[in-house]
């Protein structure tokens, strides 16, 4: 299963719900990345300054990465794709890795929400430090601030977080996205995903169309 859609628009909250619901790993693009950047690997150091600009990470730099975690035992079964592909590109660069392990892609979701809602989505989460559980200042608010409610670790807001770098993540997104978006859609695989709601709701909807679609 992959999950498409801006900047924002909940593809990690529902993934993780989604992980549990079906249990296969999440994968995170953003988060390998992430975690790159923090143990400052080559691989951090060399996607940091695209993902402060709120760049694509070039192929060349990220499809490794993703096609080593891809072949790690707990993914053999299927696993929940969040933020790749997002080209063309990767689009095929996927297909050619799944065909290797055998499987196949059975689900693209793709979320729609309005550009404004994306922004003030953005702009207050929070995201512990040590598991990595996700916070809305107003939408999901921890039980005390700045504090994560399952390990009590730090709430950070990401780098890529600021209002320029949201905007400039929004206009790749809907420059370089598009394309792969309306590939999957020709080939019957994209199923929109109504975005706004509460978290059960979208989860609801997801189950909805998947079943739908089995
Ligand atoms: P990445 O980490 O993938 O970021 P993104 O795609 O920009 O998506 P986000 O993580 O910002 O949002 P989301 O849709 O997961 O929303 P979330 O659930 O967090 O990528 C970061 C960077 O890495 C990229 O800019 C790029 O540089 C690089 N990169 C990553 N993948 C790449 C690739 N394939 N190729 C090249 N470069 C790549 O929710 C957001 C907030 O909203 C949270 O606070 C949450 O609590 C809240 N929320 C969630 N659901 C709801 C709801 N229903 N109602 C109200 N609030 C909600």
């Known amino acids: 299963m992959i999950l498409m859609g801006p ?3 909940g593809k990690g909250t529902q993934a993780k719900l989604l ?5 296969v790993p999440h994968v995170s693009s953003g988060d390998l990345l992430r975690a790159a950047v923090k143990r400052k690997t080559p691989l951090g150091k060399q996607a ?3 993902m402060d600009r709120g760049e694509l990470v070039p192929d ?5 990465a993703i096609e080593e975690r891809l072949h790690q035992d707990d993914c053999a079964n299927g696993v929940i794709l969040d933020g790749f ?4 590109a990767q689009g095929t660069a996927l297909k050619s890795m799944l065909a290797k392990m055998g499987l196949r892609i059975d689900h693209v979701l793709s979320f729609n929400v309005p550009r404004e809602d994306l922004v003030k989505r953005m702009s207050g989460r929070r995201t512990c430090r040590d598991c990595g559980a996700m916070y809305h200042i107003i939408f999901d608010p921890p039980l005390n601030p700045g504090m994560c409610n399952k390990c009590n670790g730090e ?5 890529d977080d600021q209002e ?3 905007l400039a993540r929004l206009d790749v997104h809907e420059r370089q996205t598009a394309p792969l978006l309306a590939a999957y859609r020709e080939c019957g695989l994209l199923r929109e995903v109504d975005g706004i709601g509460s978290q059960d709701q979208v989860l609801n909807r997801i189950l909805n169309l998947v079943q739908a679609h089995e």
């Not at 992980?19 to 249990?23: A, G, I, L, T």
């Not at 060349?60 to 490794?64: A, H, R, T, V, Y």
């Not at 592909?85 to 063309?88: E, F, G, N, S």
């Not at 709430?155 to 780098?159: A, E, G, I």
């Open 7 to 9: 900047p924002g628009a």
């Open 19 to 23: 992980e549990q619901r079906f249990q």
């Open 48 to 50: 940091k300054r695209f």
């Open 60 to 64: 060349e730099i990220l499809l490794g």
């Open 85 to 88: 592909p997002r080209t063309l």
């Open 155 to 159: 709430l950070y807001q990401r780098d």
């Open 164 to 166: 320029d770098t949201i």
